[in-house]
């Protein structure tokens, strides 16, 4: 499946797994949740076996479709993982990377849609929320990734592209937790390996992950294995081993029944290089709004990767920038923190690299423009252009 518009059909096909490697590394575990030995038998953390009938065949129409009838999994493999020092770091500092050229963007004569005085067409989808769902810790200790908990609750029964899209899109924030074997926090004293728990599914080898610990309690529950336990890292983090590690993908909370999914690694791949490190929006807009956060997420877009969504202009030839009208006739143009948030709003619309600098000139040049809608299919949020200063400071 074509997972990006400008890949090509060989770009775009699910790749073998290699045979898996003695040592599958695991990127830093500094600042990482680590369960203790006695949270094992309260079910927080869990084993590496998976017995549960399909437990990793949702999602694999639309993710592998190559697996799609390959059944239930076979049992969990133990994949051992040495402990290095970099999780501490993610997101502290932004690595070197080589300047992407960025084509100029008019957006003040570009920009589509019926005139501000218009009345817009009503909308026959359902409005996402602003905000990411209340933070819970099911289990004490483990504070659960909502966002995407709930993006996985909504899962139709065969999920189609966009469904998976929107899965991966949600991953990309917070913290994700990964099975091992024994008691995490006395092996990561004493400088040994980890081994995670993985499933393999016609000889490939998938990571298996979880978005907190009701999740891993279901997961034990599936093999009654209670001599493991659970590492909580960052998101990014858990999505890298999969990329570096011999894996064909990641399976998300495999014993929840109708709320799991596998993301195939060429996808994380994609995901990830086109992401910041850090993922520092995706974060601001997970996280409970506070008087700050508009501030926080301004201050961010003047050093984040962001998109824009072109497509035609009328029924002309031109180009033009997504934006969105309100009743009153104020114009926000809608920023999107990642393609994927482009891709999944399931528009005849392609991702478009915006700058800083750019933006700030575009919003510096049009006066009627008021605002940005960053992320419209949810978590959301709307920035007036008093709370973009530091953004329209940047057009000099």
Not at 104 to 123: E, L
Not at 366 to 377: E, R, S
């Amino acid at each position: 499946m074509a997972l990006f518009s400008r890949r090509s059909k060989a770009q775009s096909e699910t790749p073998s797994a290699d045979a898996p490697g003695p040592d599958d590394a695991v990127t830093s575990t500094d600042n990482a949740v680590v369960t203790d030995a006695g949270a094992v038998a309260d079910g927080a953390a869990g084993a590496v076996a998976d017995g549960t009938p399909g437990a990793a065949d949702r999602g694999m129409s639309g993710a592998v479709s190559a697996n799609s009838d390959s059944g239930t999994p076979e049992a969990v493999a133990a994949d051992t993982a040495s402990d290095t020092g970099d999780a501490a770091v993610v997101g502290a500092t932004e690595p070197e990377t080589p300047a992407e050229p960025v084509p100029h963007v008019n957006i003040s004569v570009s920009t589509y849609g019926k005139p501000a005085a218009s009345t817009p067409p009503a909308s026959t989808r359902k409005q996402p929320p602003a905000e990411a769902p209340a933070q819970t810790e099911k289990v004490p200790g483990l504070p659960d990734n909502v966002v995407l908990r709930s993006a996985l609750a909504a899962l139709p029964e065969k999920p189609g592209n966009l469904d998976i899209m929107n899965a991966m899109r949600q991953s990309l924030q917070g913290n994700l937790y990964v099975r091992v074997r024994g008691d995490a926090k006395s092996l990561l004293a004493e400088g040994k390996q980890l081994t995670l728990a993985v499933s393999a599914i016609d000889d490939k080898r998938f990571l298996l992950a979880f978005t907190g610990g009701e999740a891993l309690q279901r997961s034990i529950a599936s093999d009654g294995d209670t001599k493991t336990s659970a590492v909580g890292q960052p998101a990014q983090v858990v999505l890298r081993n999969v990329i570096e590690g011999p894996y064909a993908g990641l399976i998300i909370d495999h014993a929840t029944p109708q709320a799991r999914i596998i993301l195939p690694s060429q996808l994380i791949q994609k995901s990830v290089e086109e992401a910041d490190e850090g993922f520092p929006l995706k974060n601001l807009l997970a996280r409970p709004r506070t008087d700050a956060t508009a501030a926080d997420i301004a201050d961010a877009l003047t050093r984040a990767k962001f998109w824009v969504a072109a497509g035609k202009a009328d029924d002309s030839a031109r180009v033009g920038l997504a934006e969105v009208r309100t009743e009153a006739g104020a114009r926000l143009l809608q920023i999107f923190s990642h393609p994927l948030e482009v891709l999944v709003q399931g528009r005849d619309e392609r991702p478009l690299p915006l700058t800083a600098e750019q933006l700030g000139k575009a919003l510096a040049a049009d006066p009627d423009i008021t605002g940005i809608l960053l992320d419209p299919a949810g978590p959301w949020i709307t920035l007036t252009r008093d709370d973009l200063a530091p953004v329209i400071a940047l057009a000099g």
